[in-house]
C-alpha cells in the first residue's frame, strides 16, 4: 500500500517533469554546477591527501633534513684558484645532533659528490654518496636485491656499492649489476645491492616525467673520506673552485612525528652556534607537506564556496519552478484535495517532484563532476581521485537541497484553500 | 435524524473588509438516503456555498452538519479530507479532470487517497469505466475525449469510493443538451440503484430529473417543491 502509493507519487512526478522536458533541464543547471563543484572538490582534496601521504612516505614524516650549501659572501671570495672554500657540514655537527638531542636517536650523514662512474664504455655522471649503513630504514628506502651498506664496509674501508635502479639500468643494460665491479676515478667498486625504486607518486599521466625518482651510487661514508679526500674540485667558468665540504647532507630522525617540530628547533639552535655562516638550510618534510596542505585547502575553500553558491543557486532555481509549477497546477490541487488528498499528500506529491528535480541535476552533475575530475588528474598536476562515496554523498547532497527548496513550494501547495484552488482559471 | 444529509440553521458569514456578508441565513435541510434533490436559485443566492459545506470543502459559520449520523461540522481539515475522500463524490460543470492521468487512472485517484492497493484499485477504476461505457478509453487522456465522455469519467471518480452523497454542479452546464441529457439519464440510473444525489443547477430541465426541489434566494430556503414524481 506505501509502496504503490510512493510509486503512484514517484511517477506521477516523472511524468510532469517528462512534460516540461525543457524546463526541467534548465532548471537544474545549477544543480548540475554544484553537484560538480562538490565532486571536484572532493576528488582534489583525496588527491591532495594522496600525494601528501605519499611524499611524507618518501621523505619520512618524522626526519629533519639538514644541507650544506655554499654561503653566499663566499662566492665572491672563491675565484682565486688557490681558495678553498670550506662551508657546509662537519663531523662534530653530527655528533652534536647525536649527542646533545635526547629525541634524535639516529642520523644519517651524506658526503655527495659529482662523478663520472663507468663500466667499460659506459660511463653515467652522478652523485657518489658516502654514507651509513642506516640510510634505509631512516629514508624508508627497500633494497631490491642484495644488501645496503653494512657496518663491516665502514669499518674496512671497503669498495663496495649500491646503486639505485637507474643507475643499474644504465650501466649494466644487458647483465645483471650484483657483484659487477663500477669504476670510480679508477678505482672499482663491487656491485652488493640495488635499491628498490620510489614508487611514482602519481597515477601515470600523459606528460608526466617518469624518470623523477632518486639516482645515484652509495658508498660506505669512511672510503668516500677515505678516496676522495674532503677537498672538492670544480670547474667552473675558467677557473677551479676547490670546496670543502665534510659532508653535504644530514638525516636526523625522531621517533614520533609530535618531536619534529621541537627538534627542529634545537638542531637549528645548534647549527646556528657553531656555524657563523650561514652555510646550511634545513628541510623539514613535515611542515613541507603541512604547508601544501595549506595550500590545498586554500583551493578547496574556494571550490567549496563555488559549489555552496552553485548548489544555493540551484536550490533557488527549482523553488523558483515548483513555485511556478504550483501556480499552474493549482486547479489540480484543487481536484486532489476535493476528491480526498489531505494536506501531507500534497506537500509529498511536490516535494517528490522538487526531489527528482534536483536529483536528476545531482545525477547529470555527478557524471560530469567525474568526468571533469578526471580530465584535471590527465591535464594537470593536480593528483584527484574519486572516492566510491563522493557520488553518494553529492547526490545526496543535491536531493536534500531539492527537499529543502522544495518546502516553500509545497506548503504552498498544500495550503491553498481547496474552494478557491477549484475556481482557478 | 432520519436523512443522510442533516443541516440545520446553518449560517455562512464571509468577511468582505468591514462589511460581513451572509451567504447561508439559517438554512437546514434534511436528505433522506436515496433521495435525488436540485438546488436551485439566482446568481449570489448561496447555492455554492452549500454545496462546498455539503462536501467538506468547507465549515458553516454556525449550525450543524451530520452526515450519516457524524457531525461533521466542527472537524479539522485532515478529518474532513478523510470524508471528502470516503462518503462524497463530486461531479464538476467542468469536469475537472487531472489532465496528464489516463481515464483509469483518473478514476483511480480517490481510491489512491483512500489507500488502495495497486490492484484493487486497478480493477475497481475498470469496471467503473465500463459502468459508465467507457471500458474501450481507459487507456485515453482526459484531451482526446468529448466532454460527455470526460463528464462519465468525472462520475465513474465520484462512484469510486461508493460515496454516501454524490454532489453535482451544474452537471450539464458545458454539454450540449443531447449529451447532457445522456449524463442525467445516467444519474437517473444511479438513483435508481440508491444513491443519494444533490445537484445544484440553473436549468429547470436539469432540476425536473430530481424529486425534490429547493429554492435559494438570498442565503434562505425560499421554495421548496416536489421535481419528477418517482
Ligand atoms: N469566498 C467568499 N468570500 C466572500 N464572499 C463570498 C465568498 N463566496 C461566496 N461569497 C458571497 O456569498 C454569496 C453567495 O455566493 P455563492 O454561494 O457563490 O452563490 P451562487 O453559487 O448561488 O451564485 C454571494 O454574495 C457571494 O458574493
Ligand atoms: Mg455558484
Known sequence: MISFQLKRTFLAGVKSLWLHKLRSVLTVLGMVCGVCAVII????????????????????????????????????????????????????????????????????????????????????????????????????????????????????????????????????????????????????????????????????????????????????????????????????????????????????????????????????????????????????????????????????????????????????????????????????????????????????????????????????????????????????????????????????????????????????????????????? | MTGIVEISQVWKTYRMGAEDVHALRGVSVSVPEGQYIAIMGASGSGKSTLLNLLGCLDRPTSGTYHLGGEDVSRLGDDQLSFIRSSKIGFIFQSYNLIQQLTVVENIEVPLYYQGWSERDSLERATALAEVVGLSNRVNHRPTELSGGQQQRVAIARALANDPLIMLADEPTGNLDSHTGSDILRLLDQLQAQGKTIITVTHDERVANHAERIIRLADGEIAEERAGRQP
Open chain 1, 41 to 425: 572538490m572532493l576528488a582534489v582534496g583525496e588527491g591532495a591527501k594522496f600525494e601528501a601521504q605519499e611524499q611524507l612516505k618518501q621523505l619520512g614524516s618524522t626526519n629533519i633534513i639538514v644541507k650544506a650549501v655554499k654561503p653566499p659572501e663566499d662566492k665572491t671570495s672563491t675565484t682565486g684558484i688557490t681558495n678553498v672554500a670550506q662551508f657546509g657540514l662537519t663531523y662534530d655537527d653530527l655528533e652534536r645532533m647525536v649527542e646533545t638531542l635526547p629525541n634524535v636517536q639516529v642520523a644519517v650523514p651524506t658526503r655527495k659528490i659529482p662523478k663520472t662512474v663507468g663500466n667499460g664504455a659506459r660511463t653515467l655522471d652522478t652523485s657518489v654518496m658516502g654514507t651509513v649503513p642506516w640510510l634505509p630504514t631512516v629514508m624508508n628506502r627497500k633494497v631490491a636485491v642484495g644488501r645496503f651498506l653494512s657496518s663491516t664496509d665502514m669499518r674496512y674501508l671497503r669498495n663496495v656499492c649500491v646503486l639505485e635502479q637507474p643507475v643499474a639500468n644504465t650501466l649494466f643494460p644487458f647483465k645483471d649489476a650484483m657483484g659487477q665491479a663500477v669504476r670510480i676515478d679508477g678505482n672499482y667498486y663491487r656491485v652488493v645491492g640495488i635499491m628498490e625504486p620510489v614508487a611514482p607518486p602519481k597515477m601515470p599521466k600523459a606528460g608526466a616525467d617518469k624518470s623523477d625518482g632518486p639516482t645515484g651510487i652509495y658508498l660506505p661514508l669512511t672510503t668516500v673520506r677515505a678516496r676522495f679526500g674532503e677537498t672538492l674540485v670544480t670547474m667552473s667558468s675558467g677557473s677551479f673552485q676547490r670546496e670543502q665540504v665534510e659532508i653535504h647532507e644530514i638525516v636526523v630522525s625522531v621517533p614520533a612525528m609530535e618531536q619534529v617540530e621541537k627538534t627542529a628547533a634545537a638542531v637549528q639552535q645548534i647549527m646556528e652556534r657553531f656555524h657563523n655562516k650561514k652555510d646550511f638550510v634545513m628541510v623539514v618534510p613535515l611542515e613541507l607537506i603541512r604547508a601544501a596542505e595549506k595550500a590545498k585547502r586554500r583551493d578547496q575553500i574556494l571550490l567549496g564556496c563555488i559549489a555552496a553558491i552553485s548548489l544555493l543557486v540551484g536550490g533557488i532555481g527549482i523553488m523558483n519552478i515548483m513555485l511556478a509549477s504550483v501556480t499552474e497546477r493549482t486547479r489540480e490541487i484543487g481536484i486532489r484535495r476535493a476528491l480526498g488528498a489531505k494536506k501531507r499528500h500534497i506537500i509529498s506529491q511536490f516535494l517528490t517532484e522538487a526531489a527528482l528535480l534536483s536529483g536528476f541535476g545531482g545525477a547529470i552533475g555527478v557524471v560530469v563532476g567525474i568526468i571533469v575530475a578526471w580530465l584535471i588528474g590527465y591535464f594537470m598536476t593536480t593528483t584527484t581521485i574519486v572516492v566510491f562515496w563522493s557520488p553518494a554523498l553529492s547526490f545526496s547532497i543535491s536531493v536534500t537541497i531539492g527537499l529543502a527548496f522544495g518546502i516553500y513550494p509545497a506548503y504552498r501547495a498544500a495550503e491553498m484553500d481547496p474552494i478557491e484552488a477549484l475556481r482557478h482559471e
